[in-house]
């Protein structure tokens, strides 16, 4: 064999494929899938073959490698205008209401930046594992089971530790 050729052939038997290194952790949690990208970790609570097809009506969640938390609501198509500040209700359980600024980053998605530790608490500790959202002034709300937040954070925490 060549020796260019056997260098080539080395490296690719010894350094780890595009796709393993994509896709470091990948766990799943009931309905959840937790995964590393680049320099976070994110879950989503739909498939990713319903959200390609529909990437409506969905929540997931995003931990960056230095420890930011970003929320982000999958609305409905044509409900928001881009860069626009979103009042958001959330309602833990029918118990208790939570008021948050988010920013539409698309027409259907709303991001809500910097989330910390008492939020992350009230959506683990939902009662009933349920979690309505609404933005003001929009017709219709979200509904979300959140029964596992508190494993789906851990596990976001377990993935950020796997970032390089």
Known sequence: ?????????????????AAAAQSAFDQRIAH????????????????????????FN????????????????????KTFTPDADIPLV???????????LGKAA????????????SFRGDVANAPKGEMEVRAEG?????????TDAAAVFAALEDCAKTLR
């Not at 080395?10 to 350094?15: F, K, M, R």
């Not at 937790?34 to 097809?53: D, K, Q």
């Open 138 to 146: 929009v017709t219709g709300r979200l509904y979300f089971d959140v």
């Open 1 to 17: 064999m060549r020796p260019w050729l056997r260098i080539a052939v080395l490296a690719a038997a010894v350094l780890p494929s």
């Open 32 to 55: 959840w899938r937790i995964s590393a990208g680049g320099t976070s970790c994110i879950a989503f609570n739909r498939p990713a073959y319903e959200l390609n097809a529909s990437p």
């Open 58 to 77: 969905a929540l997931s969640v995003r931990l960056s490698k230095q420890g930011r938390w970003n929320f982000m609501v999958h609305f409905w198509p």
């Open 90 to 100: 959330f309602r833990f359980g029918g118990a208790k209401d939570v008021r948050a």
């Open 106 to 117: 698309d027409e259907y998605l709303v991001i809500l930046s910097s989330i910390g530790a």
